[in-house]
């Protein structure tokens, strides 16, 4: 066992990265559900916020380290359980995997994570159709940007870089769902929705899905 303990939300982008990491390199966790709508926000009781101070998923508890920020916590997997490894090995194709990964992590997810958008409501009225349309904008702004840097550049394979999953590929796939969850038209991104496809026909993607989470509400 590795003793892994992964703090997660069934429908966290960010917590679903984590999952994929975990699942490629094939390491035993037990996942528990922080629900961050239940009880006013389950993020913001005390006894995780002692644990992690942003009140935020994922979290991930290594014996007594604690590491928080669903990238950091892919890069720490990779330093400490180096195989496979989820970036690549040479310098050059690291930037431009990290470059791929933050297009996501970084200038896209967290405009349409759940804060932003509960913000948008409370501070400036948006209503449900004005939250669903300012998460398409910059879903496909973000798209738009990938589809240029994954089809014009030569180092693209069958995922991100190559034709080895790994950690662009594990931020890609959420926000692939996001963008399915949201209705965003993938039509002028083929090689995004490519690369989804390849990386869903795989156990690690799938057994990470949204809904294979014990967390996950029962379809009726």
Known sequence: MTGLVLYDYWRSSAA???????KLKGLD???????LLRDGGQQHMADYRQLN???????????DRVISQSLAIMEYLDETRPSPLLLPVDARGRARVRALAMVMACDTHPLGNLRVL???????????????EWSRHWIATSFSALESMLAENAATGRYCH???????????????????RWDVPLDD?????????????????????????ADAPVAA
């Open 118 to 132: 509960n913000r948008l409501a409370s501070q400036f009225g948006a209503d449900e159709t004005q939250r669903a």
């Open 53 to 63: 101070p942003q009140e935020l998923v994922p979290c991930l508890l290594d014996g």
């Open 29 to 35: 966790f037990e996942s528990r559900a922080v629900h």
């Open 16 to 22: 679903y990265r984590v999952r994929i990491a975990l």
């Open 189 to 213: 991104y083929p090689t995004v929705q490519r690369i989804c496809a390849a990386c869903n026909e795989l156990d690690a993607f799938r057994l990470a899905a949204p809904e294979a989470q």
């Open 162 to 180: 190559g034709d080895t999953p790994g950690y662009a590929d594990a931020c890609l796939v959420p926000q692939c769902y996001g963008a399915r």
